[in-house]
């Protein structure tokens, strides 16, 4: 296994174990978190272990116009039922993503050094936020890293209402002019939404 030094570098992804693991230590410092996701690799860890790094190959990502929005979806986003807004209220959408009880998870991976370092990113335009408001309270929203070549590597979403993180998230898309949608690892929620595998070659080479 790679271990990090302070030089902000990582093994080549080739180098990573079959579940896509990479490199383990270093830090979330904003250069080091930027060489990373230009590099196809991103952080995920649970609070008490050590950063890891995952490279996964095949990638789980969607294509903007293979979004799939069901009907009852259309029906629902034209009744304006949710106010949704970008970068509005990006400290929340993280704390409430780092809320979600995840399915064989027993903490939180949004640890306060992360909500702390994706701030920072966001507040030197890398991270972005979409918030989901009903009656003026925040009851969905998502949050990733957008690096201004036509990637937007997404992180974590939550709601509180049902259907409020995918009226976000299907918004966000269909307003943007993303080319790829970098969903790192496979759920059934993203697969409905169009969500299908490529190699980690070819999204490298949309980075």
Same mark, same amino acid.
């Given at each position: 296994?790679?271990?990090?030094?302070?030089?902000?570098?990582?093994?080549?992804?080739?180098?990573?174990?079959?579940?896509?693991?990479?490199?383990?230590?270093?830090?979330?410092?904003?250069?080091?978190?930027?060489?990373?996701?230009?590099?196809?690799?991103?952080?995920?860890?649970?609070?008490?272990?050590?950063?890891?790094?995952?490279?996964?190959?095949?990638? %789980?990502?969607?294509?903007?116009?293979?979004? *799939? +929005? !069901?009907?009852?979806? @259309?029906?629902?986003?034209?009744?304006? &039922?949710?106010?949704?807004?970008?970068?509005?209220?990006?400290?929340?959408?993280?704390?409430?993503?780092?809320?979600?009880?995840?399915?064989?998870?027993?903490?939180?991976?949004?640890?306060?050094?992360?909500?702390?370092?994706?701030?920072?990113?966001?507040?030197?335009?890398?991270?972005?936020?979409?918030?989901?408001?009903?009656?003026?309270?925040?009851?969905?929203?998502?949050?990733?890293?957008?690096?201004?070549?036509?990637? %937007?590597?997404?992180?974590?979403?939550?709601? *509180? +209402? !049902?259907?409020?993180? @995918?009226?976000?998230?299907?918004?966000? &898309?269909?307003?943007?002019?993303?080319?790829?949608?970098?969903?790192?690892?496979?759920?059934?929620?993203?697969?409905?939404?169009?969500?299908?595998?490529?190699?980690?070659?070819?999204?490298?080479?949309?980075?």
């Amino acid at each position: 296994m790679n271990f990090l030094t302070n030089k902000i570098a990582f093994p080549n992804v080739s180098e990573a174990t079959a579940d896509g693991l990479l490199a383990i230590g270093g830090d979330l410092s904003t250069k080091r978190l930027l060489h990373a996701y230009q590099n196809g690799i991103f952080p995920w860890f649970e609070d008490q272990e050590p950063i890891l790094w995952w490279s996964p190959d095949p990638r %789980f990502v969607i294509h903007p116009k293979d979004l *799939k +929005v !069901s009907k009852s979806m @259309k029906r629902l986003l034209k009744k304006d &039922v949710f106010k949704i807004t970008k970068n509005k209220a990006f400290d929340l959408v993280m704390q409430n993503c780092a809320k979600v009880n995840r399915k064989d998870q027993h903490g939180t991976w949004i640890t306060n050094e992360m909500v702390n370092a994706y701030t920072q990113m966001h507040k030197l335009g890398y991270a972005v936020s979409v918030e989901v408001w009903q009656n003026e309270e925040l009851v969905g929203g998502l949050y990733g890293v957008d690096l201004g070549n036509n990637v %937007f590597c997404g992180e974590s979403m939550f709601a *509180k +209402v !049902s259907n409020a993180s @995918k009226a976000g998230f299907i918004t966000f &898309v269909q307003q943007s002019n993303y080319k790829l949608i970098d969903c790192q690892l496979h759920t059934n929620h993203l697969e409905s939404l169009g969500g299908s595998y490529i190699s980690r070659d070819d999204f490298l080479k949309y980075l």
